[in-house]
């Protein structure tokens, strides 16, 4: 069971470049998510989805786009990065219904990407 | 807008020793779930401990328990017993229980935790 996989962990990217972080997740959750985090800060998410086909903004969607064609997968889209989008992106997914551990988020090991 | 506050940028603690990290947080709901998680030096999110606000009694977990106070909105962790492995920042997290509010977890600034041998 590999949980939920990110992919690249590592990126260095050119202002203006774009580039697509992928996640996958093999749980069959419902909900998955994309959530940034900057310097001392917690994350803040991005965008998230609660099936196939549905996908809603989060806290920080600016610069971002996403698509949900299948349960499984999960990429966030840098349309023009910039430096201000420097951070280390954190790809979620949960089960939606249940309750006490049975909707626990769980979360990649993070991407590193850095503009410059 | 939920909002979670940690009031502790950094702690530290001798090994063996206890050490309880603050968090406090405004809500005008009644049902949500609170959350410790731990974030060593990999970046990794790695949940210590969760507590439902329905429940009264303080959720534990091996050396790791909560003191939840619904009324004061606070939700402390106490670490027990501290090992040089819990140095980490530390992230309370809030999310409600249903709604909109549900999809998103909602951080603190975080407690850097250092364990001194």
């Known amino acids: 069971n590999a949980g939920v996989t990110q992919t690249p962990k590592f990126q260095v990217l050119k202002t203006g470049q774009s580039m697509t972080l992928q996640c996958a997740q093999d749980?069959?959750?419902?909900?998955m998510s994309w959530y940034r985090q900057d310097p001392g800060m917690g994350l803040r998410l991005i965008h998230y989805s609660v099936g196939a086909g549905i996908t809603d903004q989060g806290e920080v969607p600016n610069g971002y786009n996403v698509s949900r064609s299948t349960t499984e997968d999960f990429p966030l889209r840098l349309l023009s990065a910039a430096p201000s989008q420097t951070s280390v992106y954190f790809c979620?997914?949960?089960?939606?219904?249940?309750?006490?551990?049975?909707?626990?988020?769980?979360f990649g090991e993070g991407s590193w990407l850095t503009v410059v | 807008a939920q909002t979670v506050t940690q009031s502790q940028p950094e702690m530290s603690v001798q090994e063996a020793e206890t050490v309880t990290l603050s968090c406090t947080y405004d809500t005008s709901e009644s049902d949500y779930y609170l959350f410790w998680y731990k974030q060593p030096p990999s970046r990794q999110m790695i949940l210590v401990i969760r507590?439902?606000?329905?429940?009264?009694q303080n959720a534990t977990e091996n050396r790791f328990s909560v003191n939840f106070q619904k009324a004061a909105k606070s939700f402390s962790l106490k670490i027990s017993d501290s090992q040089l492995g819990d140095a980490a920042m530390y992230f309370c997290?809030?999310?409600?229980?249903?709604?909109?509010?549900?999809?998103?977890?909602?951080f603190g600034k975080g407690t850097k935790l250092s364990v001194i041998p």
């Open positions: 979620a997914s949960r089960r939606l219904l249940g309750t006490g551990t049975g909707n626990t988020i769980y």
């Open positions: 507590q439902e606000a329905y429940k009264q």
């Open positions: 997290a809030y999310r409600s229980a249903s709604g909109a509010g549900s999809y998103q977890l909602t």
């Open positions: 749980m069959n959750h419902e909900y």
